[in-house]
């Protein structure tokens, strides 16, 4: 079955970086556009960004543009999210999810605090 795994995810000071992770299985990971989504306390999820399958095509929400940067390894099956001057509002839970069915991983926690 479809399974995602984040990892990465901590404690991090204003300013700071984290690299997260999303290791798939059960499917053919090269055939998919994948996605990174957050959820604030309170808030609801939001797109953060995504990546086609071959990783040529990428997309950013405005908060993050010129910080966060997706990629992936297809030989690996992983997705990565390298996240750079990170700001206290990015804290949230980040999920990995894959773009064509409702596959979502169980979430890695983010707080940027000082």
């Known amino acids: 079955q479809v399974q995602l795994v984040e990892s990465g995810g901590g404690l991090v000071q204003p300013g700071g970086s984290l690299n997260l992770s999303c290791a798939a299985s059960?499917?053919?990971?090269?055939?998919?556009?994948m996605s990174w989504y957050r959820q604030a306390p309170g808030k609801e999820r939001e797109l953060v960004a995504r990546?086609?399958?071959?990783?040529?095509?990428?997309y950013y929400a405005d908060s993050v543009k010129g910080r966060f940067i997706i990629s992936r390894d297809n030989a690996k099956n992983t997705m990565y999210l390298q996240m750079n001057s990170l700001k206290p509002e990015d804290t949230a839970v980040y999920f990995c999810k894959r773009v064509n069915g409702d596959y979502w991983g169980q979430g890695t926690q983010v707080t940027v605090s000082a």
């Open positions: 990546i086609n399958n071959i990783g040529i095509s990428t």
């Open positions: 059960g499917f053919i990971f090269s055939l998919y556009t």
